[in-house]
Nanobody, 120 residues
């Protein structure tokens, strides 16, 4: 069974940095696109960054220049390097990935979420 396991969240002061990791495990033929979302209390879940299997990236405007998404295809892992953190970045961050099994069927998966708290 495929799982996405997240790590790297925590408490940091404004201006600090965190690095989130999300590893896909299980029966995997191919990991296609991988994304990071976040959800603050009382807010809708927001797409933060995406990366395709070819390495093309996109970011929401509020994190451009501060966050970097990357992936290690050999490890089926996606990362989110977060620099110059602001209190408004406080949220639960969720990994998302589209994964094809050995029969060729793509399925979308979510990580369990990891809390990022930025103090002012």
């Amino acid at each position: 069974q495929v799982q996405l396991v997240e790590s790297g969240g925590g408490l940091v002061q404004a201006g600090g940095s965190l690095r989130l990791s999300c590893a896909a495990t299980g029966s995997i033929f191919r990991v296609n696109f991988m994304d990071w979302y976040r959800q603050a209390p009382g807010e809708q879940r927001e797409l933060v960054a995406t990366i395709t299997s070819g390495g093309s990236t996109t970011y929401t405007d509020s994190v451009k220049g501060r966050f970097t998404i990357s992936r290690d295809n050999a490890k089926n892992t996606v990362y989110l390097q977060m620099n110059s953190l602001k209190p408004e970045d406080t949220a639960v961050y969720y990994c998302n990935a589209d994964i094809s099994n050995y029969s060729g069927t793509p399925v979308n998966y979510w990580g369990q979420g990891t809390q990022v708290t930025v103090s002012s």
